[in-house]
C-alpha cells in the first residue's frame, strides 16, 4: 500500500483548504496502517472494545458513502458493512474480512466522494440527511468529514502504538 500525504497548504480559497485538510486525514489513516500484517490489522489491541485498524478503515468507507453519496448526491447507496440489525458490522467482523477489499473500497468510496465534491458548484450546495431529515450543505459535511477522520485517526494512533510501538506520522 502506497501513501501520498501532501500537507494543506497555509494559504488558499475555503474549498481547497477543506478538500487539502480531508485529503491529508485521509491519507493519515492509511499511514497508520501501513506496513502491517492482515493480522495486525485486525488486531483488537484495546479489549473489550472491538476497535481494530481495519474497522476503522471499513468504517470510514462506510462513512465516505453516507455522506458524500447519501447525503450529498441523494443517492440509493446502502451500507456495505452493517445493517439495522448488526449496528457495528463494520468494526465487529474484521477477523475474516478481506484487508484487500476492505482498503479497495474505503479508497473507491473516497474517489467516488471527491468526484461528487468536484461537481457541485460551491459549498452553500445542500442535502439531506437520511438519517435525520436534516438539510446539511457541502460546506458542513467537508468540515464534518474532517472531524471525522481526526478523531478516529487519534484511535488509530494509539492503536498503532499499541499493536507495535510505532508513534508519530
Known sequence: ?????????????????????????????????????EARLRERAAPPSTLSL??????????ERAWFRRTLAGEDAPPIYYGPDDPDGDFDHVDTASVSEAFATWRAEVEYARKIVAAQPDLEVTGVNKRTGKT??????????????????GHADILRERIDGSTGV
Request: aromatic share 8%.
Open 136 to 153: 446539511v450543505s457541502l460546506r458542513w459535511i467537508l468540515v464534518h468529514m474532517i472531524e471525522e477522520y481526526a478523531r478516529h485517526n
Open 54 to 63: 481495519l474497522g476503522l478503515v471499513r468504517h470510514m468507507a462506510e462513512v
Open 1 to 37: 500500500m502506497t501513501t501520498e500525504r501532501i500537507a494543506p497548504p497555509y494559504v488558499a480559497g475555503e474549498r481547497e483548504m477543506l478538500t487539502s485538510w480531508l485529503d491529508w486525514h485521509r491519507e493519515t489513516l492509511a499511514l497508520k496502517c501501513a506496513g502491517l500484517s
